[in-house]
């Protein structure tokens, strides 16, 4: 089991629902899918439980301070976590992270510094910096911050509580997520299979599993993905042996199903995630239409963060709400209902049945 977190520290993070996806099951032919909803964790993102672990450990160590790098989704757990274990912090951040990310770190007033790129080099000065100030280095990493990660097992363990899943998909972009989740399934006793659901752009772990490329990491990518940009995963290797002991496989996965699958999820279940979480309900449809799965199989979506990180996609001017006139609004709503009702009849607005 996971250690337990400092009664200073914890905001009461980890044990988030198994929700049914029982609409997308029944359309996809499945015996059942599941959703494993991290994004309601504090701060909308499964890197709470690492945080809470990580300044439980700094507090612990008597550490001055604690430092990381981050996409966005990190950098807004350690600091909500570090404010509560009285720590400051510094957050080395990717300059093109999307800006409702960056702008959920601000209001912790911990130290914002930005990079064109953050790789295995920038990683390693980081933990040199940590060590000379004194400070926890709390990348989200087994590479990096091996005891921290374990507040991850958490999500395993509970999925593996539920007992239902047969297979657990997870997006991935260094691989942490990933090890820590396995880890947890086994520590419950749970043989479910791992998938690692990679964009098909960045997809290091994915291609080494199907045994493409010797080992999980290249030299280009060309993903929009945000959080899954990592070229050379901290923890590739550990990632493809968990996937590998699992009895598990690869999921490359295009940016476009992403986006279309984090829309699908929305519009048939009520359920509003970031495209890093979507990319894994789209590997799940993709071994649906592949015959990889079927009746008999129930696998689980971990949905690592809320829609609420990364907007772009919805504020484009084409996405405002039509400008309309007092009397038009009757008309505007018959049309609406016209098509609701078509909807129900059996074809969606996205154009399947």
């Known amino acids: 089991m996971t250690d337990p977190v400092d009664a200073r520290v914890t905001m009461g993070e980890g044990r988030t629902p198994m929700v049914a996806l029982s609409v997308l099951a029944e359309r996809w032919g499945l015996g059942g899918l599941w959703a494993k909803a991290e994004y309601l964790n504090p701060t909308g993102s499964y890197k709470d439980r690492i945080a809470a672990a990580s300044m439980t450990l700094a507090l612990r160590e008597g550490r001055r301070?604690?430092?990381a790098t981050s996409s966005g989704n990190g950098g807004a757990a350690m600091s909500a976590y570090g404010v509560r274990a009285g720590l400051p912090g510094v957050l080395l951040?990717?300059?093109?992270a999307p800006a409702e990310k960056l702008a959920s770190i601000a209001p912790y007033g911990v130290l914002?510094?930005?990079?064109?790129r953050i790789g295995p080099d920038v990683m390693a000065h980081l933990g040199q910096v940590a060590g000379a100030e004194g400070m926890l280095l709390t990348i989200t990493a087994h590479a990096h911050n091996p005891r921290g990660m374990r507040g991850a097992d958490g999500i395993g363990e509970e999925i593996a509580d539920h007992g239902r899943a047969t297979h657990v998909y997870v997006p991935t972009g260094g691989g942490g997520l990933l090890v820590a989740t396995a880890r947890g399934l086994r520590t419950g006793g749970h043989d479910a299979a791992?998938?690692?659901?990679?964009?098909a752009g960045c997809a290091p772990i994915a291609r080494a599993v199907a045994g493409e490329i010797?080992?999980?990491r290249i030299d280009e990518w060309s993903t929009k993905i945000s959080g899954l940009q990592l070229p050379v995963p901290p923890d590739g290797a550990l990632a493809l042996d968990a996937v590998t002991a699992s009895g598990g496989w690869g999921a490359a996965v295009r940016d476009e199903d992403a986006w279309s699958a984090q829309d699908l999820l929305a519009r048939t279940e009520g359920i509003f995630v970031e495209p890093a979480s979507a990319l894994a309900l789209a590997a799940v449809r993709q071994d649906v239409d592949a015959g990889r799965l079927g009746r008999q199989d129930e696998p689980c979506v971990v949905l690592t963060g809320h829609g609420l990180k990364d907007l772009g996609r919805f504020t484009a001017p084409d996405r405002r709400p039509t400008?309309?006139?007092l009397d038009e609004i009757g008309g505007r709503v018959r049309d609406w209902l016209?098509?609701?009702?078509?909807e129900h009849d059996?074809?969606?607005r996205d154009g399947t049945r």
Do not use: N
Request: no cysteine; hydrophobic share 45%; net charge negative.
């Open 194 to 199: 791992v998938v690692v659901a990679q964009p």
């Open 112 to 116: 914002q510094l930005s990079m064109d």
């Open 93 to 96: 951040v990717l300059a093109d």
């Open 65 to 67: 301070g604690w430092i």
């Open 214 to 216: 010797p080992e999980p």
């Open 338 to 342: 016209g098509r609701d009702l078509m």
């Open 323 to 325: 400008p309309t006139a």
């Open 346 to 348: 059996g074809t969606r």
